[in-house]
């Protein structure tokens, strides 16, 4: 069983930064891929980045890629999503979670955190 623990979470200005990380304890963090997904208010939850146990693959949703960054510390058993150039349409629930094989479907990930809201004004 793996608990996941979102934060950094906040509200930004359009064109600004932040940093979400997420802590996980309870599994075997190293064996684990590692998405972060997003909500928006009366929309489905979607895909936003991945990263293998590795390190040495990731993969960004189209409408962030150039613009956010994936990455994990194995020995520290945290995942980040650095985000710069945010934009209002980036507002929503941020959500990290760990999955057994690589996939960007929500459906394929058993372990999930508790969410961070991220709001970006205009």
């Known amino acids: 069983q793996v608990q996941l623990v979102e934060s950094g979470g906040g509200l930004v200005q359009a064109g600004g930064s932040l940093t979400l990380a997420c802590a996980a304890s309870?599994?075997?963090?190293?064996?684990?891929?590692m998405g972060w997904f997003r909500q928006a208010p009366g929309k489905e939850r979607e895909f936003v980045a991945i990263?293998?146990?590795?390190?040495?693959?990731?993969s960004y949703h189209g409408s962030v890629q150039g613009r956010f960054t994936i990455s994990r510390d194995n020995a520290k058993n945290t995942v980040a999503l650095q985000m710069n150039s945010l934009k209002p349409e980036d507002t929503a629930i941020y959500y990290c979670a760990a999955a057994a094989i690589w996939s960007r479907s929500p459906n394929s990930y058993d372990y999930w955190g508790q969410g961070t809201q991220v709001t970006v004004s205009s």
């Open positions: 309870g599994g075997t963090f190293g064996s684990y891929v």
């Open positions: 990263i293998n146990w590795r390190s040495d693959a990731t």
